[in-house]
């Protein structure tokens, strides 16, 4: 990894940030020189590092980041640490001066990226003679031409409109109306854009509604709906009796690349050749100041850092927080993907941690299992249900869909895991009599909205779940003894093939 010396770890924040994050130039591979500090200290115990975790310190952090959003309310006029705002860049700033109080512990670096952001200003989309409540534009949708209102017959696309043969010649001028299934809705609607389409809409196919995102943006996509198959039933019906449906769409929408920052540490101590890996992501929705999501992940990291220092390690441990994973998992994609495969070799797991502190919370382990993800996640898993079980609390198991940042490593053969405390899911009758709190609402009723701040966050939760993160770092610091060696394979089939979600949205 690319090493920084202290004191210019926060003027490369500041000045990449507050000049949209330039890239940097080359930097030295070998990083800061190994230094006595860990020497004479005692090798990490995960009694001992759980014991230095408190609820003050976290809460501390949790103020600290709620000021800094605020930084962003000039522009967005409430307080945000979304990617691209003040906010952000602050958040960044923040995480470096905790990171340059801890003296030569860790090697640091920055990793600048280009990011897609979209947003949606206006839209309308009128079917027929009905005005459908579950049209939703798609994230990152190009606008309607010229940002104005476009008129046309709807086409009924052949299949799922996966393949340029799908669309008929007569959908040239006209808007695509698709069904949802096999391929993601970017290619859905680039294929629509490349046969003339002037719009498109992507109808569930359930009753359900649809909302989605259309992923890296192409110059062939159009401007796009999602549609629930409640409302597109009877307009199908019409379509394929030969009935002509004429139909209005309107979107005024930006699709934007910005520049950001990744902020990655690591120990000077412990094996180079077997590191144990941790993230969580640095910004919120633009909606509010995410101090659950995910300021109480990126903050239990940067208390498990300073808290480490205490300790030595025989390997490596490398702290990574995510920039844009509310805009699709940006900052992780990146980074995974501009590994090297020899890089990739020498990280035995990731750990990500996303939302460690929701206020109606269950305590959830990704059910990782060796069968449908990298040989080692199903042993990473089985520490967290043995932590939880050591302390008499209950926990339950949450699949890996794809909506946090463990979602590259392991498509790329990184075994992998994590927990959570839930976000816009409903708590059941079941989970209340388990962990309390009130079953038929969100685990997260502030899920990114602008009242997710400091009292949005449940203290014992987090302190417990930032215990069990301390616990997962010493574990492996200190030994991998009996974890599965890395395997050669890099991708995971099963996962990869049930993955519906890439972040929070949808993508086929």
């Given at each position: 990894m690319v090493g920084l010396g202290r004191l210019s770890l926060i003027a490369t924040i500041s000045a990449v940030a507050a000049q949209l994050q330039k890239p940097l130039p080359s930097l030295p591979e070998d990083g800061l020189p190994v230094t006595d500090q860990g020497r004479n200290k005692p090798l990490v115990d995960t009694?001992?590092?759980?014991?230095?975790?408190?609820?003050?310190?976290?809460?501390?952090?949790?103020?600290?980041?709620?000021?800094?959003?605020?930084?962003?309310?000039?522009e967005f006029g409430h307080p945000t640490r979304?990617?691209?705002?003040?906010?952000h860049r602050r958040t960044l700033e923040y995480v470096a001066s905790e990171i340059d109080g801890l003296g030569d512990y860790y090697q640091y670096s920055t990793q600048a990226f280009p990011a897609v952001m979209g947003q949606v200003f206006q839209s309308r989309l009128v079917l027929g003679h009905s005005v459908p409540e579950s049209a939703t534009p798609m994230s990152l949708t190009p606008p309607t031409?010229?940002?104005?209102?476009?008129?046309?017959?709807?086409?009924?696309?052949?299949?799922?409109?996966?393949?340029?043969?799908?669309?008929?010649?007569?959908?040239?001028?006209?808007?695509?109306?698709?069904?949802?299934?096999?391929?993601?809705?970017?290619?859905?609607?680039?294929?629509?854009?490349?046969?003339?389409?002037?719009?498109?809409?992507?109808?569930?196919?359930?009753?359900?509604?649809?909302?989605?995102?259309?992923?890296?943006?192409?110059?062939?996509?159009?401007?796009?709906?999602?549609?629930?198959?409640?409302?597109?039933?009877?307009?199908?019906?019409?379509?394929?009796?030969?009935?002509?449906?004429?139909?209005?769409?309107?979107?005024?929408?930006?699709?934007?690349?910005?520049?950001?920052?990744?902020i990655i540490i690591q120990t000077v101590e412990g094996d180079p050749e077997n590191c144990v890996m941790l993230g969580a992501h640095s910004d919120s929705v633009g909606e509010g100041p995410g101090i659950n999501d995910d300021g109480s992940g990126s903050l239990t990291l940067l208390e498990v850092a300073i808290r480490l220092t205490e300790f030595s390690v025989k390997n490596c441990v490398?702290?990574?927080?995510?920039?844009?994973?509310?805009?699709?998992?940006?900052?992780?994609?990146?980074?995974?993907?501009?590994?090297?495969?020899?890089?990739?070799?020498?990280?035995?797991?990731?750990?990500?941690?996303?939302?460690m502190g929701s206020p109606n919370f269950a305590y959830q382990i990704y059910n990782a299992t060796d069968a449908a993800n990298p040989t080692g996640s199903e042993q990473l898993r089985n520490l967290y249900v043995d932590w939880y079980e050591s302390k008499g609390l209950n926990y339950t198991f949450i699949p890996f869909d794809g909506r946090s940042?463990?979602?590259?490593?392991?498509?790329?053969?990184?075994?992998?895991?994590?927990?959570?405390?839930?976000?816009?899911?409903?708590?059941?009758?079941?989970?209340?009599?388990?962990?309390?709190?009130?079953?038929?609402?969100?685990?997260?009723?502030?899920?990114?909205?602008?009242?997710?701040?400091?009292?949005?966050?449940?203290?014992?939760?987090?302190?417990?779940?930032?215990?069990?993160?301390?616990?997962?770092?010493?574990?492996f610091a200190a030994s991998f003894k009996g974890f599965p060696e890395r395997e050669i394979a890099r991708a995971a089939g099963v996962y990869e093939r049930d993955t519906l979600y890439h972040g929070r949205y949808l993508v086929r």
């Open positions: 009694e001992l590092l759980q014991a230095r975790i408190s609820t003050e310190s976290l809460l501390e952090h949790a103020k600290a980041l709620y000021h800094i959003a605020g930084s962003s309310e000039e979304v990617i691209g705002s003040e906010g031409s010229g940002k104005e209102p476009v008129y046309g017959d709807l086409v009924l696309v052949g299949h799922e409109g996966c393949h340029a043969s799908d669309y008929p010649d007569g959908v040239s001028g006209k808007v695509a109306f698709i069904k949802r299934g096999t391929c993601s809705f970017g290619t859905k609607s680039e294929l629509a854009g490349r046969a003339g389409a002037i719009a498109a809409v992507v109808f569930n196919s359930d009753a359900d509604g649809l909302s989605g995102t259309l992923g890296v943006p192409s110059a062939y996509h159009v401007a796009t709906f999602g549609l629930s198959g409640k409302d597109a039933k009877p307009i199908i019906k019409q379509l394929e009796a030969g009935k002509t449906v004429d139909s209005i769409a309107f979107i005024d929408s930006v699709v934007n690349t910005i520049n950001t920052t990744n490398r702290f990574a927080w995510w920039a844009g994973e509310e805009e699709g998992l940006l900052g992780s994609d990146y980074y995974v993907a501009t590994l090297p495969d020899e890089e990739n070799q020498k990280i035995r797991l990731f750990m990500d941690y996303d939302m940042d463990y979602d590259a490593f392991i498509r790329n053969g990184i075994p992998g895991g994590g927990i959570a405390t839930g976000a816009e899911g409903i708590k059941t009758k079941e989970e209340e009599s388990m962990f309390g709190g009130k079953a038929g609402e969100w685990y997260d009723p502030c899920y990114h909205q602008l009242c997710d701040d400091v009292e949005n966050v449940n203290t014992t939760a987090w302190l417990i779940n930032t215990q069990l993160v301390a616990h997962s770092v010493a574990t």
